[in-house]
């Protein structure tokens, strides 16, 4: 796994934290780590002898901060376009930041390609609901909410459901303001009358107009789609209801992390003020992506769904 030693507000001390936590969790995680070859040394140094070959290092000092344009995270010598560069090479399998968002998937985009059908990415967050879990996207990837890119959001979340949390036929709701037909703005009227006759993988059912309460109690969605601005909202607002309430953090059931989808390649982003628990349970997360190979089997789901589109013309462009 490739480690973004600089990304994040507490990085780089939350990042040598999570990693270690990572590797004393999982003793087959082999870890990339990348950055500046001091602050990768204190992870090596604070494992075993015979553990610290289990570490290996990739040197960047430099990173993308959350003020820089997104399109810089894809420049040379950054830590993101490394990490994004390691994998592509294949000298990690995956990897995880806590980086800009914007930067992250601008970097994937262009180092790995996207799917078919997708013109934007879209970040995916499995949230802990009362009925099971449910799969909110997009939660910061992109602002964007026109109906076609809210209709393949659609397609990468039951996608997501099936692969990864084993949802047969997973039931896909678009979040709006009311249950009711027309409920909503252009955007969502739009994409509830393309939903309505789209063809979704796994088997999956457009249950139609659902609500925010309905991300967090699961039964009437499995998924629950909407853009990367409202979507990032809800969940930073689900994360810190559960603060005020005192319960549980979503991340004591979920990962605290985000699975970029629409790229061909294994990409976890988690939270800018991520601690060191939650990065080792973003680390988890991608581990558990690769080992499952679910990246691999969500392409072959658009690519089946791409062939069928190109003959019914389901979804405009």
């Not at 499995?126 to 939660?139: C, H, K, M, Q, S």
């Not at 319960?247 to 294994?266: D, K």
Request: proline share 6%; charged share 20%; net charge neutral.
């Amino acid at each position: 796994m490739a480690v973004d030693l600089l990304g994040g507000d507490g990085a780089p001390a939350v990042v040598v934290d999570g990693a270690l936590r990572a590797c004393r969790a999982d003793p087959d995680l082999h870890l990339l780590l990348v950055g500046p070859p001091d602050v990768a040394g204190e992870v090596r140094g604070a494992l075993p002898g015979a553990q610290r070959d289990r570490i290996a290092v990739r040197p960047v000092r430099d990173t993308a901060q959350m003020t820089d344009p997104a399109v810089r995270g894809g420049r040379a010598g950054t830590t993101t376009q490394a990490s994004v560069a390691a994998v592509a090479e294949g000298a990690a399998d995956a990897l995880i930041s806590a980086g800009s968002s914007g930067a992250i998937v601008t970097a994937a985009a262009l180092g790995f390609g996207r799917w078919p059908l997708v013109r934007r990415p879209a970040l995916a967050a499995v949230l802990p609901a009362v009925a099971g879990p449910v799969t909110l996207l997009d939660v910061g990837a992109s602002i964007e909410a026109r109906p076609a890119t809210l209709a393949r959001h659609a397609l990468l979340g039951a996608a997501y459901a099936a692969a990864m949390l084993d949802r047969g036929r997973p039931r896909v709701g678009l979040l709006s303001i009311g249950t009711e037909p027309g409920k909503g703005d252009r955007a969502r009227r739009g994409a509830d009358a393309l939903l309505q006759t789209l063809t979704l993988p796994a088997g999956g059912e457009y249950v139609g107009l659902v609500e925010g309460h309905d991300a967090t109690v699961g039964d009437r969605a499995d998924v629950v789609v909407t853009d990367g601005f409202t979507g990032n909202v809800l969940l930073k607002g689900i994360e810190g209801a559960y603060a005020m309430a005192g319960g549980r953090e979503p991340g004591a059931t979920a990962p605290r992390a985000a699975t970029l989808l629409g790229v061909a390649g294994t990409v976890v982003v988690c939270h800018g003020a991520a601690t060191g628990a939650d990065l080792a349970s973003g680390i988890a997360l991608a581990a558990d992506l690769h080992r499952r190979q679910v990246t691999a089997m969500i392409a072959r789901m658009l690519a089946d769904i791409a062939r069928l589109l190109a003959d019914q013309d389901e979804v405009s462009p």
